[in-house]
Nanobody, 126 residues
Framework: QVQLVESGGGSVQAGGSLRLSCAASGRTFSIYHMGWFRQAPGKEREFVTWIRWSGGSTYYADSVKGRFTLSRDNAKNTVYLQMNSMKPEDTAVYYC???????????????????WGQGTQVTVSS
């Protein structure tokens, strides 16, 4: 079992930055690939970014590429999502998720993940 708790959400003006954290319980955190998704009101949950269990590979949605950076510290059981040059369209509830397995580009599908956090609200004003 893995429990995930997101933090760091809030309100920021366009062009600003936020750093989200996702803290995981359990000693097996290091074997899980980690992803971030977001969901805006009235929209489906969408993939944001993913990091391999080792931290050696990351993928980003085109909408955030070059602006967001995902990293992890397995010693602290935590992943970090640094969000820069934020835009109003980044406004959403952000969720972190953990999964053991993936194939191909399945990391972008919510169905790939076994555990989810409760979400943290991010609001970007113009």
């Amino acid at each position: 079992q893995v429990q995930l708790v997101e933090s760091g959400g809030g309100s920021v003006q366009a062009g600003g930055s936020l750093r989200l954290s996702c803290a995981a319980s359990g000693r097996t955190f290091s074997i899980y690939h980690m992803g971030w998704f977001r969901q805006a009101p009235g929209k489906e949950r969408e993939f944001v970014t993913w990091i391999r269990w080792s931290g050696g590979s990351t993928y980003y949605a085109d909408s955030v590429k070059g602006r967001f950076t995902l990293s992890r510290d397995n010693a602290k059981n935590t992943v970090y999502l640094q969000m820069n040059s934020m835009k109003p369209e980044d406004t959403a509830v952000y969720y972190c998720a953990a999964g053991r397995y993936y194939s191909g580009s399945s990391y972008s599908s919510p169905n790939t993940y076994d555990y989810w956090g409760q979400g943290t609200q991010v609001t970007v004003s113009s």
